[in-house]
């Protein structure tokens, strides 16, 4: 079984308008719903090997917080520029080379692709948090998916049961 954490970016400031898109760090309300999510990934789902995160700043800082939160010791981490912004059908190849030797895999991220690439991964699982994440995939929100498949390279659309929709404003 192959576990994938899809973990938007929590929410970002726009105080600074000379900042590129790439460069906008986390405002207040986003650095504590990324601890509020790490906490409870670590209470509840702590098992990560690999972290493939973004390189836009937003999402750097999202991942630390998380990482730290968690409790857990920092998995390997690759940060990529190719994850920014870069279409749900990239972000899914990405996912298939990852290494079989990781069982569980975070991926730190940005929407649309994210909500995009989590729907359409997405076959079973509970109802509500079906339709939660149908609905929308807020900054800091976490879908943890797991697959019966023992290669990232087979992951297939529709195959993945949804565990969890971590949401910040529902553990605050």
Known sequence: MKT?????????????PSLGDHDRPLNARGE??????????????????LVLCSTAVRAVETRKRVMTAMGVPYPPVEHERGLYLCGARTLLERLRDVPDSATGLMLVAHNPDLHELANALTGSGDHGLRQDLADKFPTGACA??????LHWADLELGAGRLADFVQPRKLS
């Open 4 to 16: 994938l954490f899809l973990l938007r970016h929590a929410k970002s400031s726009w105080d600074d």
């Open 32 to 49: 504590k719903a990324a601890t509020l999510v790490g906490s409870y990934l670590g209470k509840h789902h702590a098992h990560i090997d």
């Open 144 to 149: 943890v998916l797991v697959f019966e498949t």
